[in-house]
């Protein structure tokens, strides 16, 4: 047994008075499982291992950055043109902050139209969270599957996927997909059928296995027949100190699980962390076939504090994993049960992994991502488009970016929307 330790104070992370352990103690089914990790809570900072920190900045049903259009200019005259087709903006619509920053949507130049595509390039993303709010109408929820067990504690929790008491899943679902309808807010790739892999309960709370038995279950013939999943977002992390004796055990179990996803062409996308710190160590997210997402201010245009990264001397394997996005006081949708309004601003790498999430689905939908492929090699594709922008204007950049690397931490290039 191993006890699972808070990052910060190195004390035994407890549930209920109980210490939380991992065990590599020998199991039926992969040979090791993980016991009473636990994820999970808003508004405050990190105490345990837990779901990344999702930071309420404000309760609002509006960013004021946001903006609206009816505008019919497909692009912008002298940007590079997208691949996919763009509708205008719907009367009403907001624009969060994060989507406008990586040009998946503005007044002048529309934002992607997912209706239509044939039935080869049309995708599924998964999100793997507390759920997905499935009376929203701002989001095409098509699906869910469940490996949660509902806290007694919050009412009207219960096991169903398209049941999200804790919020933070519909929050993660929006930034991907939600609609280009003419009112609410649009996503990266408006109107994508999204599945729900609920993991999370009512409190935020979960088991990391559950999570890793819904990757694995996405990644199976099942799951692939009736979900169609060629992305997964994963907004949730836990920590182990990579010092650890049993640390590359623990790291080998975990990332078989989304290898094996990767095999199967998914495109696995997983938060980088919430404690300014170094990211080696915080699973999925440290997995090589996993890509880990930072943050960075859309306000400030500059890394987010709270953000992981890797150090600028870390092997270059690891930083090719690595790619920025927004972060920052992200307006998005979330659960009624939350939020009357529907809608709310949060903070976190947990809301900048989901824009990753819904660039991938673009690329898959605009044929670029070929479904022959595992799922990281997709990863280059986003990494050249990021590299691209950067070098058409580097005012695109950030500082803390691969031009502009500051006290030797690396946190990628800002991804752009570009299929």
């Given amino acids: 047994m191993v006890q699972a330790l808070d990052k910060v104070t190195l004390k035994p992370i407890r549930v209920d008075g109980a210490a939380c352990v991992l065990s590599l103690a020998s199991s039926a089914r992969n040979g090791a499982t993980y016991i009473r990790q636990r994820f999970g809570s808003c508004g405050i900072a990190p105490t345990y291992a837990r779901s990344l920190p999702t930071r309420i900045c404000t309760a609002t049903g509006g960013n004021p950055g946001a903006t609206g259009g ?71 929820l098509v699906g869910g599957s469940s490996w949660v067990t509902p806290s007694s504690r919050v009412a009207g929790d219960v096991v169903d996927a398209d049941v999200d008491r804790y919020g933070h899943g519909t929050h993660v679902a929006g930034i991907i997909g939600a609609r280009n309808n003419g009112a609410g807010v649009v996503g990266v790739a408006p109107g994508v059928a999204l ?94 076939t996993v890509v880990a997402v930072t943050s960075i201010d859309p306000a400030s245009n500059s890394a987010s504090s709270f953000s992981n990264y890797l150090p600028a001397d870390a092997p270059a394997a690891d930083k090719a994993r690595l790619i ?36 991938a689905a673009t690329c898959f939908m605009a044929g670029k991502c070929s479904s022959g492929s595992t799922g990281i090699t997709q990863l280059a594709k986003l990494q050249a488009a990021a590299k691209e922008r950067l070098g058409l204007s580097a005012g695109y950049g950030f500082a803390g970016d691969t031009a502009s690397i500051i006290n030797s931490k690396f946190y990628g290039n800002l991804l752009w929307a570009k299929f």
């Fill in 324 to 359: 920025a996005a927004p972060g920052n006081a992200i307006l998005s949708t979330v659960s009624y049960f939350r939020e009357a309004s529907g809608y709310r601003e949060l903070s976190g790498t947990s809301m900048a992994s989901p824009h990753v999430a819904g660039v």
């Fill in 70 to 140: 009816t505008t019919t200019t497909p692009v912008t005259p002298g940007q590079p043109s997208p691949v996919l087709p763009r509708s205008p903006i719907a009367e009403s619509e907001q624009i969060p902050a994060g989507i406008t920053r990586i040009k998946a949507a503005s007044a002048a130049a529309g934002v992607f139209n997912t209706a239509g595509l044939p039935a080869s390039q049309q995708v599924a993303v998964g999100v793997v969270d507390s759920g997905i709010d499935g009376t929203h109408p701002d989001l095409n």
């Fill in 195 to 288: 599945y729900s892999l609920k993991v999370l309960d009512g409190e935020g709370v979960g088991a990391l296995s559950d999570a890793m038995e819904a990757v694995e279950w996405a990644a199976s013939s099942e799951g692939r027949s009736k979900a169609n999943i060629k992305v997964i977002n994963l907004s949730l992390a836990a920590y182990m100190p990579p010092e650890d004796p049993d640390y590359q055990a623990t790291l080998d179990l975990v990332c078989a699980s989304f290898k094996a996803a990767s095999d199967a062409g998914i495109v696995v996308v997983a938060a980088a962390g919430n404690y300014g710190t170094d990211l080696r160590g915080y699973l999925p997210a440290s997995c090589p």
